[in-house]
């Protein structure tokens, strides 16, 4: 079955302790991308990567890393957590931004105290 | 930057008939638009696209339509079904390689 998996689903950190949010997807697409979801605002794009070792920032990256070491793995780093991260973040894989449909992983709730 | 934004910010439609869902956009360079469908709890799910050079598409029992005179997007939803109550989301891409989200609108369906 095709997806996107986020791991974890749920996280409530400190503030300034080092986090890592997992992404797979096992579409061997191109294209992966991180959002933040805020109520009122919508999906906001954090950091996207077209290929391996290929990354760039989005429209939000401040106090947000990635890394795209393996095609099906494009995790989301945060080094110093603050409260104004707490959000819902999803990761998307795609053949490109403009091919076909974007796939969403089923998102982690992350709050930082 | 681009400006996404949708009109209503809440639909409520009775099962069975057709829904309308509209999107405006700021940017006349935006040539790539897709729809999303977020019910609670999970992640956005494509629905349709659409290229700048069409001003329709179909699918099953959906219809997008893009009139760039206006930078106006719809989403039309025939014979809406208690199933299609979520958020939907339209996205615009203008050339760079990241999309841009509107903030949604959510869809009731009346049983």
């Known amino acids: 079955e095709a997806q996107v998996t986020q791991n974890p689903r749920y996280l409530i950190t400190v503030t300034g302790k080092k986090l890592t949010v997992t992404c797979s997807q096992n579409?061997?697409?191109?294209?992966m991308s991180w959002y933040r979801q805020d109520p009122g605002l919508g999906l906001r794009q954090i950091y996207y990567s077209m290929n391996v070792e290929v990354t760039d920032k989005g429209d939000v990256p401040e106090g947000y890393k990635v890394s795209r070491k393996e095609k099906r793995n494009f995790p989301l780093i945060l080094e110093s957590p603050s409260p104004n991260q707490t959000s819902l973040y999803f990761c998307a894989s795609s053949l490109g931004t403009g091919i076909g449909s974007a796939f969403f992983g089923q998102g982690t709730r992350l709050t930082v105290v | 930057g681009e400006s996404v934004g949708l009109h209503l910010p809440t639909l409520s439609v009775q099962e069975g008939d057709n829904s309308i869902i509209n999107c405006a956009y700021s940017?006349?360079?935006?040539?790539?638009f897709i729809w999303y469908k977020q019910e609670s709890g999970k992640g956005p799910q494509f629905i349709i696209d659409i290229r700048s050079n069409m001003d329709k598409r179909q699918g099953q029992r959906v219809t997008v339509l893009l009139n760039k005179t206006v930078k106006h997007l719809s989403l039309q939803i025939a014979a809406t079904q208690p199933g299609d109550s979520a958020v939907y989301f339209c996205?615009?891409?203008?050339?760079?390689?990241?999309?841009?989200f509107g903030t949604g609108t959510r869809l009731t369906v009346i049983p």
């Open positions: 579409m061997n697409h191109e294209y």
């Open positions: 996205a615009e891409k203008a050339g760079a390689n990241n999309l841009f």
């Open positions: 940017n006349s360079a935006s040539d790539y």
